[in-house]
């Protein structure tokens, strides 16, 4: 890898990102992944944009996939982002608070707000593949902070409001 590769590396893992899951069903089975590079993309249609790092396992199920459902996680979703951020972790369990909706995506109900999506279009850049998915549905879930991702942590920003409150 080049220096300034490394140094691009460096440059995002420094600068806090939203953390979001994505969910999908392809041939009857549940796939899910953790991201942080969701971003709106336009109002007209109403998308979004993420980018994938691979089109294989969950990756190349969204990208297969009818529809599926992009969560916008909550703070309190830090373990969940984590097991499908991981290979082997536990996914789909009756904990994780799912259910499937009537058009067949796993939805985690907790997350404070989740899009059902389509793919608009893609652009392969390098080994990453640049998603423009076109949102149909908002879902609305729990009403709390989102939770964030910075230097291989998450953060929650209730911690800092709490913290600036009690200074005053």
Excluded: W
Aim: aromatic share 8%; proline share 5%; glycine share 6%.
């Amino acid at each position: 890898m080049s220096q300034l590769s490394d140094d691009f590396r460096t440059a995002f893992r420094h600068h806090p990102a939203g953390v979001a899951l994505i969910t999908a069903t392809v041939d009857d089975v549940p796939y899910g992944l953790t991201i942080s590079s969701l971003a709106s993309l336009s109002i007209e249609p109403v998308a979004v944009s993420f980018s994938l790092a691979k089109e294989s396992g969950a990756a190349g199920a969204v990208l297969a996939a009818s529809s599926f459902v992009i969560h916008m996680l909550g703070e309190q979703q830090d373990e969940l982002a984590t097991n499908f951020a991981r290979p082997g972790a536990p996914r789909f369990t009756p904990e994780q608070k799912f259910r499937i909706l009537p058009t067949g995506e796993p939805h985690f109900i907790d997350a404070p707000v989740a899009f059902r999506a389509t793919l608009h279009s893609s652009v392969s850049v390098g080994g990453s593949r640049l998603i423009a998915a076109e949102v149909h549905e908002i879902l609305h879930g729990l009403s709390e902070q989102h939770l964030l991702h910075q230097n291989r942590e998450y953060l929650r920003i209730s911690e800092f409001l709490n913290a600036s409150t009690s200074r005053q």
